[in-house]
């Protein structure tokens, strides 16, 4: 499947929330998309993934426009003030609430041996704030990427947490595969630590069309 993003970009009450930010994702691909506080983190992760609707803009899936099959295909990964776990929640419960969300076993004993199974079941009683950043971030991949029929995740501002980009960046790539894309919004700070190709919120992200040289040029002319 294949995501692009047309100079979307999002009003608020009291002004712009995005400005206008074109990407486009292809099968398969990893994105990183980065913007300094303020720039819409959020808000391109909510258009992206059929959750919020752009003011000004359009978001396609495969070329259509088509809002409900982005939701049903794009998994928001814990997006703040949106779907991140709440902190005060045992790991155990977080991860019961994901597995029943996704029609999964979730009784005890299922959260339990999906803990041990993922390597978390140390943690199985500990708020959710004081799990370890990394087993976070991987626990909750690994719970959008279960999710039935889901071909893109959308990973937004794991820095807010992490102490070292190159962690995220690692267990955000692991989660690619030839059906299944990834997307991570971060801070500039972060795409600069990383020194990795980065897109830029509220800038037109579509590469370059290379010229042809004069020599393939003349042979096509030649050919013609």
């Not at 704030?129 to 990427?145: G, K, N, Q």
């Not at 990795?196 to 002319?221: H, K, M, S, Y």
């Amino acid at each position: 499947m294949e995501i692009h993003a047309q100079r979307v970009g999002v009003t608020g009450a009291h002004g712009p929330l995005l400005r206008p930010t074109t990407l486009r994702i292809g099968p398969g691909e990893f994105a990183l998309v980065a913007g300094d506080p303020g720039d819409g983190h959020t808000a391109l992760a909510l258009a992206l993934s059929g959750r919020l609707r752009p003011s000004t803009g359009s978001v396609l899936l495969d070329g259509r426009d088509a809002p409900a099959d982005l939701r049903k295909r794009v998994a928001l990964v814990d997006a703040p003030d949106v779907n991140e776990p709440e902190a005060a929640l045992t790991l155990r419960t977080v991860v019961g609430e994901e597995l029943a969300m996704i029609g999964r076993r979730s009784g005890r004993k299922a959260v339990a041996d999906w803990l041990v199974e993922h390597g978390a079941d140390e943690h199985a009683d500990s708020r959710f704030e004081h799990v370890p950043a990394d087993l976070r971030c991987a626990l909750l991949l690994e719970l959008a990427a279960s999710r039935p029929g889901v071909g893109a995740l959308v990973l937004d501002s794991p820095d807010r947490y992490h102490g070292t980009p190159e962690t995220w960046l690692a267990l955000a790539k692991a989660k690619v595969t030839p059906e299944r894309s990834v997307v991570v919004l971060c801070s500039t700070s972060s795409a600069r630590l990383l020194d990795v190709p980065a897109a830029r919120l509220g800038e037109d992200n579509t590469p370059p069309v290379e010229e042809e040289d004069e020599e393939t040029q003349e042979v096509q002319e030649t050919t013609a």
